[in-house]
Nanobody, 126 residues
Framework: QVQLVQSAGGLVQAGGSLRLSCAAS????????MGWFRQAPGKEREFVAA????????EYADSVKGRFTISRDNDKDTVYLQMNSLKREDAAVYYC???????????????????WGQGTQVTVSS
């Protein structure tokens, strides 16, 4: 069992930046690919970014490429999502997720993730 605890989100102006973090506990953080997903009101949850357990691969949704960066610190059992140049349409509840995957690859399929954080609200004002 893996527990994921996310940092608080926040309110940021359009064009601003915010960093989310997600701390894992319970089992070794290694061998788990990590992902970030988000869900805006009235919309389905969608993929944002993913990182393999050795950080050999990173994957991004087209909508966030060049603006968001996913990273991880395996010594701290934590994954991060740095969000820059935020837009109104980035406002959503963001979720981190863990997927057992020892093959150092990523996945954008939320159905393949086994464990989920509690979600954190990101609000972007104009």
């Amino acid at each position: 069992q893996v527990q994921l605890v996310q940092s608080a989100g926040g309110l940021v102006q359009a064009g601003g930046s915010l960093r989310l973090s997600c701390a894992a506990s319970g089992r070794t953080f290694s061998n788990y690919a990590m992902g970030w997903f988000r869900q805006a009101p009235g919309k389905e949850r969608e993929f944002v970014a993913a990182i393999s357990w050795r950080d050999g691969m990173r994957e991004y949704a087209d909508s966030v490429k060049g603006r968001f960066t996913i990273s991880r610190d395996n010594d701290k059992d934590t994954v991060y999502l740095q969000m820059n140049s935020l837009k109104r349409e980035d406002a959503a509840v963001y979720y981190c997720a863990a997927k057992f995957n020892p093959f150092d690859s990523t996945s954008n399929d939320q159905k393949s993730y086994h464990y989920w954080g509690q979600g954190t609200q990101v609000t972007v004002s104009s």
